[in-house]
């Protein structure tokens, strides 16, 4: 089997306009885990030879730098590493469905509030959390890391589009600041 | 409007998808009668005040949603998750 090299969809752009950085993140793995009716018991012992459990709703848990993150009801991504055996659940490869956007800085939250019909406050909003909403029209899973800093996860088919969108905003954003562009 | 899904929280109209009543719900059982059928399919009511009917977040968390709503004022009383709903099931559903 000849060697194949993965490539990413933006092949990891960056781009800081207004203190504001965007750029293509790497996360590694995604498999998405759908606990079975009746599997959460042997979930939760596969999970924890990863030191994780499924996270409430809207959460995501994190260690050493491996993350599951809550996407729906009994379903969570398990991000950053290969799944370990999981006997109640059902686990399916997304790596190659999504892209990771980074978007991090100072005005980090008036970027995206011209984006999604988010509260992004942090008493609405705090670190920790994730959100399945849009941006503009595109669904998207975006968590916040840090007061000022999220990850966007889009469909990869959207990678460009979602760029172009979070770019604009961006400019507009450093311009309503009067930064230069 | 807002809908506050029982799983994302408070979100915005435009999250949501509108199904329609909840009849939907309360498929005939096998065998039943040709009435029974045309009032599942094609028989609604047309309340002025509390009504039911089914949402889908397709933009949050996919979960059909049973809403409760006013329609002369447009207050929503209540949202459930179908899938987890309490309220009383009507007989004749097929199980």
């Not at chain 1, 491996?66 to 799944?83: E, H, I, K, N, S």
């Not at chain 1, 991090?104 to 970027?111: H, I, K, M, P």
């Not at chain 2, 915005?12 to 909840?22: C, N, P, S, T």
């Not at chain 2, 045309?38 to 809403?67: F, I």
């Amino acid at each position: 089997m000849p060697e194949l090299i993965a490539k990413s969809a933006l092949d990891g752009k960056s781009l800081t306009l207004g203190g504001v950085t965007l750029a293509e993140a790497t996360v590694g793995p995604i498999h998405s885990v759908a606990v079975f009716p009746g599997g959460a018991k042997s979930t939760a012992k596969g999970l924890k030879s990863l030191g994780l459990a499924m996270p409430a709703p809207n959460s995501f848990v994190e260690k050493d730098g491996v993350r599951l993150v809550w996407t729906g009801r009994d379903q969570a991504f398990l991000v950053g590493v290969m799944p370990p055996d999981l006997d109640g659940a059902a686990i399916t490869d997304q790596s190659d469905g999504w892209t990771v956007l980074s978007l991090a800085g100072g005005a980090a939250v008036d970027v995206l509030a011209r984006l999604v019909p988010l509260d992004l406050r942090p008493a609405a909003f705090p670190v920790g959390q994730v959100r399945r909403s849009q941006v503009n029209h595109m669904n998207a899973v975006i968590l916040r890391t840090a007061e000022a800093a999220f990850e966007i996860m889009v469909f990869r088919s959207m990678a460009r589009t979602a760029w172009h969108e979070m770019e604009s905003t961006l400019q507009m954003v450093a311009a309503r600041a009067g930064k230069k562009i | 409007m807002r809908l506050t899904c029982p799983l994302c929280g408070e979100r915005d109209r435009r999250e949501f998808y509108y199904y329609g009543a909840e009849d939907y719900l309360h498929r005939p059982a096998e065998g039943a009668s040709l009435a029974e059928w045309d009032n599942y399919l094609h028989l609604r009511d047309n309340p002025a005040g509390m009504t039911k009917d089914l949402w889908y977040h397709e933009a949050g968390c996919s979960q059909w949603l049973l809403v409760t709503r006013n329609t002369v004022t447009h207050a929503i009383a209540g949202v459930e998750l179908v899938a987890e709903r309490k309220t009383e099931q009507k007989a004749g559903r097929a199980k």
